[in-house]
């Protein structure tokens, strides 16, 4: 089981970017990935979910109406599309992945959940 993530840069606020998420060794279907960030000096946060069974979507507050999570089962790939970004976006952003069943709602989001991670993309919204 492999995630690689990329998609990371320097924008200037206001600006988007997409991460992609790649598995392999593995397909999407009876997983949940989960988008996470840490910021320097911050614990590792919880930003967006998707369930790939049913494509149900879940987003943290400080990220919703402004990011989409979504998936491309043929190439096995999940993006996160971040528009609006701000300065307080910026973090190292990973995903990461756990069988469904193993989270629940409430629990999607905390990172000690999740099996298995892709390596960091750095994220800089600066001006």
């Known amino acids: 089981v492999q995630l690689q993530a990329f998609g990371g840069g320097l924008v200037q606020p206001g600006e988007s970017l997409r991460l992609s998420c790649t598995a392999s060794?593995?397909?999407?279907?009876?997983?949940?990935i989960g988008w996470f960030r840490q910021a320097p000096g911050k614990e590792r946060e919880g930003v967006s979910c998707?369930?790939?069974?049913?494509?149900?979507?879940y987003y943290a507050d400080t990220v919703k109406g402004r990011f989409t999570i979504s998936k491309d089962n043929a190439k096995n790939t999940v993006y996160l599309q971040m528009n609006s970004l701000q300065p307080e976006d910026t973090a190292v952003y990973y995903c990461?992945?756990?069988?469904?069943?193993?989270?629940?709602?409430?629990?999607?989001?905390?990172?000690?959940?999740?099996?298995?991670w892709g390596q960091g993309t750095q994220v800089t919204v600066s001006s």
């Open positions: 990461a992945t756990v069988r469904l069943g193993k989270i629940t709602i409430a629990t999607m989001f905390n990172p000690s959940r999740y099996d298995y």
């Open positions: 998707i369930t790939s069974s049913d494509g149900s979507t």
């Open positions: 060794g593995f397909t999407l279907d009876y997983y949940a």
